[in-house]
Nanobody
Framework: QVQLVQSEGGWVQTGGSLRLSCTAS????????MGWFRQAPGKEREFVGD????????NYEDSVKGRFTISRDNAKNTVYLQMNNLKPENTAVYYC??????????????????WGQGTQVTVSS
């Protein structure tokens, strides 16, 4: 079966960095666009960014542009989310997700077929 297994998150101070990873199995990873989402307590799940199947196109939510970077290694079936200059408002559970290949960005959670287990990221002030 398809599994998306995320790395552990962590706790950092404001301005710190974290890198999350998400490793897929049970699917042809190179045929899937990958997205990152987050959900803070009491809030809906929101789009962070995504990357197309080839890695040729990336899109980010406005508040993370210039601070977060998504990359992928198709040989390792893994997608990464590098988060720099973290802020307290970035505290959330972060999820990776997979959707079958598309040339378009996918910012709606309903577009995605498979989800990782989620990992907590906490940023203290």
């Amino acid at each position: 079966q398809v599994q998306l297994v995320q790395s552990e998150g962590g706790w950092v101070q404001t301005g710190g960095s974290l890198r999350l990873s998400c490793t897929a199995s049970g699917l042809t990873f190179s045929r899937y666009n990958m997205g990152w989402f987050r959900q803070a307590p009491g809030k809906e799940r929101e789009f962070v960014g995504d990357i197309t199947w080839s890695g040729g196109s990336k899109n980010y939510e406005d508040s993370v542009k210039g601070r977060f970077t998504i990359s992928r290694d198709n040989a390792k079936n893994t997608v990464y989310l590098q988060m720099n200059n973290l802020k307290p408002e970035n505290t959330a559970v972060y999820y990776c997700a997979a959707r079958y290949w598309s040339s378009n960005s996918g910012s709606h959670p309903g577009l995605y077929e498979y989800w990782g287990q989620g990992t907590q990221v906490t940023v203290s002030s």
